[in-house]
């Protein structure tokens, strides 16, 4: 829940506009207990992505100006193309320099390599291959050299940097090219392997158990409910960091006693978590429009280029894309690591509030800059960071959905439900390894065997 953040003290000075990501398929290893009869699951059926909520495609047939068909195609393109941008980064290795999506339904995945070998392979996944001279890793390492430098100089005119998958380079966005070249240089990183972006926006927190719902701080600050959660036997929420402290305490939207803040990461991250009393209930939902909400059932991430929606409790629900993920922000209450940069508006109150990628937990609002009237540019940090930090459970609607880190065959490297999977890593399940092509949350639903979209055998 999302109500406008007005708290004193160290959030006094918030201010209200917005601190608002394959040579070949591996080959079996072993034999894998028998399939059930019939196909193996879709990506969009795992996914939910071919049972759209009908909140989900309105909002995006306004913000994104697309058709109802049009809406319901491009999430069933975006399910998918998740699904073979994960085969081809395992496959490609230091090669691999970024995927994204485009076309009005995000029917053309590109894939980039720094060798033209692979070119073959990324075609075989139905992908469109890109030759570029750096690989992700090398532009994640310019970034993190920034990431060190924003932490003994100050950014203020140097607000923003981030790797542009597409263009395949990092920019730095500042107030002018003297204040980015100085930042630039005391993080001793080549001048020209950094592309300077001059503009007068500043991204600002966004202040102010159904998420997007407001929520009251202290009894004054308004944020909203990010995502239910659950620890153990209790229950909460996740929202943002600069919303609250640990013990804060925290009202309803009804202004009824509602939980304490159990955690709170801010800066560097942008992370809280909220438990609330016997009177509240986690659910997995998410307030849409008209009193309606849409239900979350998990926390894939989605790739460069999808849609995203995003409720507040300030402006309500609204859609747009994502741009880049592993953004980070300098904010003036300190700097933000691994945001993700979106086309999505938001206004004060609006902080802590979910993104979601058709029935996929994304984030919680940090910042931003414009609003919802003239539309502006915003920030979220991941989930899938939130439930690993705090050891939190995301409440989804999944059938069959296990209890948190019910391990598989009790094994060291066993698959675990509760437990966030990268890409790349790899589990044991049923004797037969795996290896994670999408980065989530694991639910007692989405067993690497039953789950093709996520896993694949190594």
């Known amino acids: 829940m999302v109500h406008r953040h007005a708290a004193t003290g160290r959030r006094s000075a918030l201010i209200a506009v917005g601190t608002l990501l394959l040579s070949g398929i591996c080959s079996t290893a072993a034999a894998e207990p028998p399939p059930a009869a019939g196909p193996p699951p879709s990506a969009t059926q795992t996914l939910g992505a071919d049972r759209p909520s009908a909140q989900v495609l309105r909002a995006m047939q306004r913000d994104l100006g697309l058709t109802g068909q049009q809406a319901a195609a491009r999430l069933v393109n975006e399910a998918e193309a998740g699904t073979r941008a994960g085969r081809l980064r395992l496959a490609l290795g230091e090669r691999f320099a970024g995927a994204w999506l485009s076309g009005a ?167 809280a978590w909220v438990a609330v009393n016997d009177n509240w209930t986690a659910t997995a939902d998410v307030k849409g429009e008209s009193g309606e909400t849409v239900q979350m059932g998990g926390s894939v991430e989605a790739l460069v280029g999808a849609s995203v929606c995003r409720s507040g409790s300030t402006t309500g629900w609204h859609c747009g894309t994502i741009q880049q993920h592993g953004t980070s922000v300098s904010y003036a209450e300190g700097v933000v690591n691994g945001l993700t940069r979106t086309t999505v508006c938001a206004e004060p109150g609006d902080s ?99 789950t093709p979209a996520l896993w694949q055998r190594v």
């Not at 395949?168 to 100085?182: G, M, P, Q, Y």
């Not at 153990?232 to 919303?243: N, V």
Request: glycine content about 14%.
């Open 105 to 271: 339904t995000s029917d053309t995945l590109t894939v980039a390599t720094t060798s033209t070998t692979d070119m073959a392979t990324i075609q075989g996944q139905g992908a469109k291959a890109t030759v570029v001279k750096a690989s992700l890793a090398d532009l994640a390492a310019v970034t993190g050299k920034l990431d060190k430098a924003a932490s003994r100089v100050n950014t203020r005119n140097a607000p923003l940097w981030y790797v542009d998958v597409p263009r395949n380079r990092v920019v730095v966005e500042a107030a002018s090219r003297t204040a980015a070249a100085a930042f630039v240089r005391a993080a001793g990183v080549d001048a020209e392997r950094v592309h300077v972006r001059v503009t007068a926006n500043r991204p600002q927190l966004l202040e102010d158990v159904t998420g997007g719902d407001a929520y009251y701080i202290n009894g004054s600050a308004r944020c909203s409910v990010g995502f239910s959660v659950t620890k153990g036997e209790e229950q909460g929420f996740a929202t943002a960091g600069h919303c609250g402290d640990p013990g804060s305490r925290t009202t309803g939207y009804n202004q009824a006693d509602q939980g304490t803040f159990q955690a709170s990461t801010f800066p560097g991250k942008d992370m």
């Open 352 to 450: 802590g509030g979910p993104y979601v990628s058709g029935s996929q937990a994304q984030g919680l609002t940090s910042g931003g800059t414009g609003d919802c009237t003239s539309g502006g540019t915003t920030f979220y940090q991941p989930i899938n960071a939130v439930l690993s930090d705090f050891g939190l459970t995301l409440k989804t609607a999944s059938a069959g959905s296990g209890a948190p880190d019910q391990q598989d065959g009790g094994e060291t490297d066993g698959w675990a439900t509760g437990r966030v999977y990268p890409v790349g890593a790899t589990v044991t399940h049923g004797g037969v390894r795996y290896q994670c092509l999408q980065s989530h949350q694991a639910q007692g639903a989405w067993t690497p065997a039953a």
